[in-house]
């Protein structure tokens, strides 16, 4: 799904949180997000899906403005924070209702699933426990999952790595390098870890206080150089 951004902004009373006045990202683009706290990354994100009301400018996703349609939901998956998750359900009960909000069957639902079981590590499923009761990492697990069990067109993930042990890091990275390349989705992946972002990111933009300050090439990986030269503490 292709994305443009055109004179989007969004300010919080005199402070700019996103000022971007034009923006493409192709569709089947793997693209890293990255900047420190503040930078935007998630007022960006909430924007994309709707969550929030921009002060001017549009977004349209796959030639559909959001503000102004709901078609996009369906061709959309995206986990930013656990406010995503529906906290009294079990993991099953969960996925069982996002899969029927997407109208798949319970067959096809529990295929889907059986999918990220590597990921999930026998820790979310079968645990006979509400979400709200899970770890930090397996809630965020939780989320992620449901946002690819429709096998969307768009993939939004908001701090995707936060939580996660090392090994669970390791397999979402080859997980999402993977769906892209399985089904041509866009994803938006944002991350304060740069090692991470790199690894899996052919294309990384930089925002800083609202502003879009580099599109980077990461196709051979380096951008890395570029990045710790950005943040790099000067003494």
């Not at 292709?2 to 990202?25: P, Q, T």
């Amino acid at each position: 799904m292709e994305i443009i951004i055109e004179n989007l902004l969004k300010c919080y009373g005199s402070k700019e949180a996103v000022n971007i006045e034009e923006y493409r990202i192709a569709e089947g683009t793997l693209l890293g997000l990255v900047g420190n706290n503040g930078a935007g990354k998630t007022t960006l994100f909430r924007l994309l899906l709707d969550l929030l009301k921009a002060d001017r400018g549009r977004v349209t996703l796959g030639g559909i403005n959001p503000a102004e349609s709901e078609e996009w939901k369906q061709q959309t998956g995206a986990y930013v924070d656990d406010g995503f998750l529906i906290d009294y359900l079990t993991p099953e009960e969960y996925f069982h209702f996002v899969g029927k909000m997407c109208g798949l069957s319970e067959a096809v639902t529990d295929e889907r699933i059986a999918l990220y079981a590597d990921f999930m590590n026998g820790e979310v499923m079968g645990q006979q426990k509400f979400i709200r009761n899970l770890s930090a990492g397996n809630k965020q697990k939780v989320g992620i999952v449901a946002a690819l069990l429709n096998e969307p067109k768009l993939v939004v993930l908001d701090e995707p790595f936060n939580f996660l042990d090392p090994t669970s890091q390791s397999v979402i990275k080859h997980m999402l390098r993977e769906y892209n390349a399985r089904t041509g989705a866009t994803i938006l992946v944002s991350s304060h870890n740069l090692n991470h972002t790199v690894d899996i990111c052919p294309r990384i933009a930089l925002l800083e206080q609202g502003r879009l300050l580099r599109d980077i090439d990461n196709s051979n990986k380096q951008a890395e150089q570029e990045l710790e030269s950005y943040f790099e503490v000067k003494e």
